[in-house]
């Protein structure tokens, strides 16, 4: 018997385009694509009216710790560098988090998330203070609110052999912990915090079987540090330490070479462009069209830098054109083999289930778009009105994930937001008074 029925659409699969079609679910998965009404068993029938049906979209890199970062009046603040707007700024703040405050940091990324159309979430985590229990308490809020996320806790030298110990030891216990919507990956904060010591040991410890996720050259430094350090570029590093498991996740890679570029794409691992958050910092550009060029998988994140991906994927388009001063560069149609393909690999590996597609057998993970186009939409145009039109004001009303609803009506239906916000706001209120 069918579960539910999906009529009254338009389908974007994350491939191909349908002008009117009818999805079907059953037990988690999508069981039905297609232009020809089924027959009718179905428990329930949802009317899209005429909307856009489309996947859930994938977050590939954030940084859900940054939610209290927002509004933040520091007493200093007057970076010259990006390592000192780490110092200044999020190393402060971190030192600072505990459970309540990561929890509701994770409840307020995950609400903030699906009324965007996000449905999964991969986090990259840093509470140096609290970090045994920090992946569970972020897990567990996450899957309240509904969706799915993948995690980990970047493992640093700039907290002392403490916070490494037990940042090794929470990454391999949630590692062990995994399920299809708790996701996994050994987080590293980056090469110039990781000395050979920490990194031998972190290759013991994951026995170069976890995969890791880590920033790589987002800021000039991190290559500086590791060629004067220790002679060699960071990839080279992690490679000759074992640690480039395949689907391990390079974020950022602004200033990395091809030797590195051919490493990641040699291992089976993922670059995620952070566009909107790197002109933030003022640390460059990701040329990620040379990475698709020598066959590097790139996805695409947003940082931290507030929780709709959507609109990182403007910048992610046109920065190549700024940086090329060329329009040629890159079209929307890249998005195909970008965000469309590449998140969904990244989530399908991080959840160990078919994600990304509109597809009988994928998991039913969806979004329900008001998009009311003046123009034709086509399957050779649908990328260029996603870009243009779609993301220029997006209009979520409805999200799924595994075919049970998190969003309806554009609200979150799991989560009592009011309440929640209003106890972020005292949260927030008390820990800024400790920096």
């Known amino acids: 018997m069918i579960e539910l029925l999906v009529k009254n659409v338009s389908i974007f699969t994350g491939k191909d385009y349908i002008n009117h079609g009818y999805v079907t679910i059953k037990e988690n998965n999508f069981t039905y694509v297609g232009d020809v009404e089924p027959e009718r068993e179905d428990d329930e029938v949802i009317d899209g009216g005429g909307r856009l049906l489309m996947p859930g979209f994938v977050n590939a890199h954030t940084h859900i710790y940054s939610t209290f970062a927002r509004g933040l009046m520091l007493d200093y603040f007057n970076p010259s560098s990006f390592t000192e707007l780490l110092e200044q700024l999020w190393w402060r703040l971190d030192r600072k988090l505990g459970l309540p405050e990561i929890e509701l940091s994770a409840y307020i990324a995950a609400v903030e998330s699906a009324e965007s159309g996000v449905t999964s979430i991969i986090d990259h985590h840093s509470s140096p203070t609290e970090i045994i229990g920090s992946l569970n308490t972020l897990s567990r809020a996450v899957n309240d609110v509904g969706l799915r996320i993948d995690t980990c806790y970047e493992v640093s030298d700039r907290d002392g052999k ?53 920033h790589v050259a987002e800021g000039p430094e991190d290559e500086e540090s590791s060629l004067s350090r220790y002679g060699k570029r960071i990839m080279q590093r992690f490679y000759e ?141 649908f990328c260029s009105h996603f870009f243009y039109g779609i993301i220029d004001n997006l209009k979520i009303v409805d999200v799924y994930v595994s075919g049970k609803p998190v969003v309806k009506h554009g609200k979150n239906i799991t989560i009592d937001k009011k309440a929640l916000y209003s106890e972020a706001r005292k949260i927030a209120s008390a820990l800024w008074k400790r920096l």
Not at 348 to 363: N, Q, V
């Open 162 to 214: 403490r916070a490494v110990a037990e940042g090794i030891s929470e990454n391999v216990d949630f590692f062990s912990r995994r399920n299809e919507f708790k996701g996994a990956h050994f987080g590293l904060h980056a090469a110039f915090t990781l000395s050979e010591e920490t990194l031998k040991r972190i290759s013991k410890e994951s026995d170069g079987k976890i995969p890791i996720h880590v």
């Open 241 to 381: 330490h074992g640690l480039m498991a395949p689907g391990s996740i390079y974020a950022h890679c602004i200033h990395v070479d091809e030797i590195e570029l051919d490493l990641i794409k040699g291992t089976d691992g993922f670059i995620v462009v952070n566009a909107q958050s790197n002109m933030n910092n003022g640390v460059g550009i990701s040329y990620w069209p040379e990475f698709v060029k020598r066959g590097v998988k790139v996805g695409v994140g947003n940082d931290g830098f507030g929780f709709n991906i959507a609109k990182d994927l403007r910048f992610f388009l046109l920065t190549p054109h700024h940086a090329k001063r060329d329009p040629k560069v890159t079209s929307s149609q890249d998005l195909l083999k970008t965000f469309f393909k590449t998140n969904a690999e990244i989530a399908s590996r991080s959840f160990a289930k078919k994600l990304g597609f509109i597809e009988p057998g994928y998991r039913a993970d969806f979004i329900i778009v008001d998009y009311d186009s003046p123009t034709p939409i086509t399957q050779e145009n």
